[in-house]
């Protein structure tokens, strides 16, 4: 706006000396040009309206495209507007959002790009930088910005026969012999027809076949809850780097839930990690776009403030969806010792609930802790995650002490712990 003011006083000074009519000319135009510039702009940007479409949860590994929706909603056109999307370098996939467009009155206008789950996190996504300015630069540029929209990463999941585990754990679906709860997934056989017997149980083929109504049969069966108990406590971890087993746990948490789930089982979470999201003034990294952990002195102070809150068992998969969300965003940090907390962090729990606890070894104190549980009325089962060779004085220890033992490890553990003799990724 300065250089113009002198351009138009040095114009008036030259007409009013020349007495040149073109000149005054110019001038008209170019005051009428940054009037109509200072009236229209404002109006043009308030008249502007974004939004970003796309999926606000993603799997490890899916590409996720985005959807920029613009639209002019004022009489007149824009003649120019720059987008700009913000980014994270964690997140970028293919060639980012950068464009110069005009918009007609009316108009809508769709720009996508896409983004790729490399790590679970929340992760910020944005902001959009809208930019744009009259034809002949007179008038400043008008900035405007879409707000930054987040984006879940849930963690990996694998299945049971990946992680080592056998398909068929004690836990979830148990035999009864009480007769008083039958589940129609697990047909038995076929009988004849009783007196009381609904509609719905009758096979109608098997009646055909043999002249008779038949009915069918399925096996009783109680559905027991499951509490994964996953130990996020840093110190307590040993092997190398704590964050990458502790990383791998999360992940073993994951897929144990999600097998659950699928088995139609009632499963819960109990962690004692933090949630970065807990914090009144979280912030996000500027390079990964992930949520950023709040500092250890502030964790110190106070760990009950960032521990979340137990997820209790239930099934579907809107509460599994829940689980993931979760351990998405826990983080593994000094917080309570599992030693210390797992007695107390199970006892919200029904009787006879089968805990899957998912820590770094099974040592004596830890295997202790895990036999209070048992004669509180607990089912508990050890999964060990880091790797050992000598994990079958473990398993014996845990038997003798009333529970199952299972040490599941990554495969590149695995190779480097591999001995002469076979150690499967279960044992």
Same mark, same amino acid.
């Given at each position: 706006?300065?250089?113009?003011?002198?351009?138009?006083?040095?114009?008036?000074?030259?007409?009013?000396?020349?007495?040149?009519?073109?000149?005054?000319?110019?001038?008209?135009?170019?005051?009428?040009?940054?009037?109509?510039?200072?009236?229209?702009?404002?109006?043009?940007?308030?008249?502007?309206?974004? %939004? %970003?479409?796309?999926?606000?949860?993603?799997?490890?590994?899916?590409?996720?495209?985005?959807?920029?929706?613009?639209?002019?909603?004022?009489?007149?056109?824009?003649?120019?507007?720059?987008?700009?999307?913000?980014?994270?370098?964690?997140?970028?996939?293919?060639?980012?959002?950068?464009?110069?467009?005009?918009?007609?009155?009316?108009?809508?206008?769709?720009?996508?790009?896409?983004?790729?789950?490399?790590?679970?996190?929340?992760?910020?996504?944005?902001?959009?930088?809208?930019?744009?300015?009259?034809?002949?630069?007179?008038?400043?540029?008008?900035?405007?910005?879409?707000?930054?929209?987040?984006?879940?990463?849930?963690?990996?999941?694998?299945?049971?026969?990946? /992680?080592?585990?056998?398909?068929?754990?004690?836990?979830?679906?148990?035999?009864?012999?009480?007769?008083?709860?039958?589940?129609?997934?697990?047909?038995?056989?076929?009988?004849?027809?009783?007196?009381?017997?609904?509609?719905?149980?009758?096979?109608?083929?098997?009646?055909?076949?043999?002249?008779? /109504?038949?009915?069918?049969?399925?096996?009783?069966?109680?559905?027991?809850?499951?509490?994964?108990?996953?130990?996020?406590?840093?110190?307590?971890?040993?092997?190398?780097? %704590?964050?990458?087993?502790?990383?791998?746990?999360?992940?073993?948490?994951?897929?144990?839930?999600?097998?659950?789930?699928?088995?139609?089982?009632?499963?819960?979470?109990?962690?004692?990690?933090?949630?970065?999201?807990?914090?009144?003034?979280?912030?996000?990294?500027?390079?990964?776009?992930?949520?950023? %952990?709040?500092?250890?002195?502030?964790?110190?102070?106070?760990?009950?403030?960032?521990?979340?809150?137990?997820?209790?068992?239930?099934?579907?998969?809107?509460?599994?969806?829940?689980?993931?969300?979760? /351990?998405?965003?826990?983080?593994?940090?000094?917080?309570?010792?599992?030693?210390?907390?797992?007695?107390?962090?199970?006892?919200?729990?029904?009787?006879?609930?089968?805990?899957?606890?998912?820590?770094?070894?099974?040592?004596?104190?830890?295997?202790?802790?895990?036999?209070?549980?048992?004669?509180?009325?607990?089912?508990?089962?050890?999964?060990?995650?880091?790797?050992?060779?000598?994990?079958?004085?473990?398993?014996?220890?845990?038997?003798?002490?009333?529970?199952?033992?299972?040490?599941?490890?990554?495969?590149?553990? /695995?190779?480097?712990?591999?001995?002469?003799?076979?150690?499967?990724?279960?044992?």
């Amino acid at each position: 706006m300065g250089n113009f003011s002198a351009l138009i006083i040095i114009l008036l000074l030259i007409a009013f000396y020349l007495r040149v009519d073109f000149i005054f000319y110019v001038i008209y135009v170019s005051v009428g040009i940054y009037a109509w510039g200072r009236w229209l702009m404002p109006r043009a940007i308030k008249n502007l309206t974004s %939004r %970003r479409v796309y999926d606000r949860q993603a799997f490890w590994g899916e590409v996720v495209p985005v959807t920029i929706e613009l639209t002019n909603n004022g009489r007149l056109p824009i003649p120019w507007i720059q987008l700009q999307e913000s980014v994270a370098v964690q997140l970028k996939h293919g060639e980012p959002l950068h464009q110069v467009v005009s918009l007609s009155r009316d108009e809508k206008a769709e720009f996508q790009y896409a983004i790729i789950a490399r790590r679970r996190g929340y992760y910020q996504l944005g902001p959009l930088r809208l930019t744009t300015g009259d034809l002949f630069g007179i008038y400043p540029e008008q900035v405007a910005f879409l707000p930054a929209d987040h984006l879940t990463i849930y963690p990996r999941i694998t299945p049971l026969t990946q /992680l080592g585990l056998p398909s068929r754990l004690p836990f979830g679906t148990i035999a009864s012999h009480q007769r008083l709860f039958e589940d129609p997934a697990r047909p038995m056989g076929i009988r004849d027809f009783r007196s009381g017997d609904t509609i719905r149980q009758i096979n109608w083929k098997a009646s055909a076949h043999t002249q008779h /109504l038949m009915v069918k049969t399925f096996q009783p069966a109680i559905s027991l809850e499951t509490a994964v108990l996953l130990n996020l406590h840093t110190p307590d971890y040993t092997f190398g780097n %704590r964050k990458d087993v502790a990383e791998w746990g999360i992940e073993v948490a994951a897929s144990l839930a999600a097998h659950l789930v699928n088995q139609r089982q009632s499963v819960g979470l109990i962690t004692n990690g933090i949630d970065p999201l807990a914090s009144q003034q979280h912030g996000f990294d500027e390079a990964t776009g992930r949520l950023l %952990r709040p500092s250890h002195a502030e964790i110190q102070a106070e760990p009950a403030a960032f521990m979340p809150a137990a997820i209790p068992p239930r099934n579907g998969r809107p509460h599994l969806i829940k689980i993931l969300e979760r /351990l998405a965003r826990i983080e593994a940090e000094e917080t309570v010792g599992f030693t210390e907390w797992a007695s107390t962090a199970c006892m919200h729990l029904n009787w006879g609930v089968t805990i899957l606890a998912i820590t770094a070894n099974g040592s004596e104190e830890t295997c202790q802790s895990l036999h209070r549980l048992v004669r509180a009325g607990f089912n508990p089962i050890l999964i060990a995650i880091e790797p050992t060779h000598e994990f079958g004085l473990v398993r014996e220890r845990a038997r003798r002490l009333g529970f199952a033992a299972y040490n599941v490890h990554t495969p590149r553990d /695995l190779d480097r712990w591999r001995r002469p003799y076979n150690v499967g990724g279960a044992q």
